[in-house]
């Protein structure tokens, strides 16, 4: 004969099978407690430490947990939620997918040293819990319950990883990305492991991607090589796998700093030489040596990055290109008056305006300075998406514009 331990737990195994049964979640080797007259001979008690197995649609594996896990993880997710594919909130819960590319030293740890990664944080008399966990997970669950999975897109992938965080009182979500950095930054400096987020990829219910006409013309253009070349498309290739939006910035303004010693080395042997081309210049009076002097004092601003950007956006780059290829950031006003009509002078002023926001905003990313003083031009947080898109199509006219230059003339460090 079946007995419960209570009479609650009779009902919650009903709910709990009838949720299994409308979310497509497989049950294996269970007690049918609508025939509970086939087990007579037997003497069974549930309790909620007995435990059932499970398979989430298209997992083709199965899980074991007690009763009591499957009821408070399906009371958890009824109000939980995945935000950006990567993190899972609840009250007292939080889960964050990430990835490491030091996979073997998580699964060394795992299998010789299993409590490795738990820790704990405590926060005005709270205790929050700290894991990283590879298996069946709430985050999972919550997939089903929302039936975002396919065959392609299962609820838990091969590799999935998270970061497991939890108190017995409800977590503050304001804190949860300080909470990140130092579980992560823990892992990194005494495991060796480094971690970072790794959004769930999902290619259920995306619309096939249709070509505008304009995409339809385009053509690759000859491919490149030559002097400096290999440099300058390593560092805007590493992009592509970079998606942290301050990282793509940084990167995108070293393409921008390596063309600009060819910039000012041009530009310096230019304005010289047009100096030098002078007829004056063949019986030099002091006004003429002054005036010399003053140019070289000019051209020494150049050796200012924030000069230096400046001079070469202005040289490599084309407004209207830009506002064509990508969306603005808000703060970039001057291009919005920017037309085919627009004198040589606005078009500058929008590239100058431009140029300082990629300065200022490369400054307040890279020197992390707690007393860093805003300068007026930094791209606001909330655009910086944006911005990185922007910036894309800047350093693609920059390397243009540094493959036209003959090989002698540019200058690679």
Known sequence: MIKFVDDQIYESIKILLAYFDEHRIDVYDFYDINALEDYEDEDILIDYDTEIRFELPHTGEGYDRTLGECFEAISEVQVASIIDNYKYVSSKHVLIRVDSKD???????????????????????????????????NFALLITQMNDYDKHSPPIFYDDLFIDIRSEDDIDKEII?????????????????????????????????????????????????????????TIFNSTAQINDQEYLILSFTKVIEFVSQTVVKKEMLDTILNKLDSPRALSPDSDYVLELEKTFEDLG?????????????????????????????????????????????????????????????????????????????ECPKDQLEIFAKCLKVVASQVIRWFIRQHEDSRIIS
């Open 301 to 377: 601003s150049y050796k200012k990055d924030k000069e230096a950007i400046r001079l070469t956006i202005e040289t490599c780059c084309d407004c209207l290109d830009i506002i064509k290829s990508t969306p603005l950031p808000n703060h970039l006003k001057s291009f919005s008056k920017i037309t085919t009509n627009s004198s040589k002078e606005d078009r500058k002023q929008a590239l100058n305006e431009l140029a300082a926001s990629v300065s200022d905003t490369r400054n307040r990313i890279a020197h992390a300075k707690t007393n860093y003083r805003f300068k007026g031009n």
């Open 103 to 137: 996979r073997d030293r998580v699964v060394a740890y795992n299998n010789h040293s299993p409590h490795s990664f738990e820790t704990t944080l405590s926060i005005n008399d709270q205790d929050i819990f700290f894991d990283l966990v590879d298996e069946f997970t």
């Open 177 to 233: 990305d300080e909470l990140i950095q130092s579980y992560t930054y823990e892992l990194s400096t005494t495991y060796d492991i480094a971690l970072y987020i790794s959004p769930r990829i999902s290619y259920l219910g995306e619309e096939e991607y249709e070509l505008t006409a304009a995409e339809e013309k385009r053509r690759l253009r000859p491919l490149i090589r030559g002097r400096g070349i290999n440099d300058i498309l």
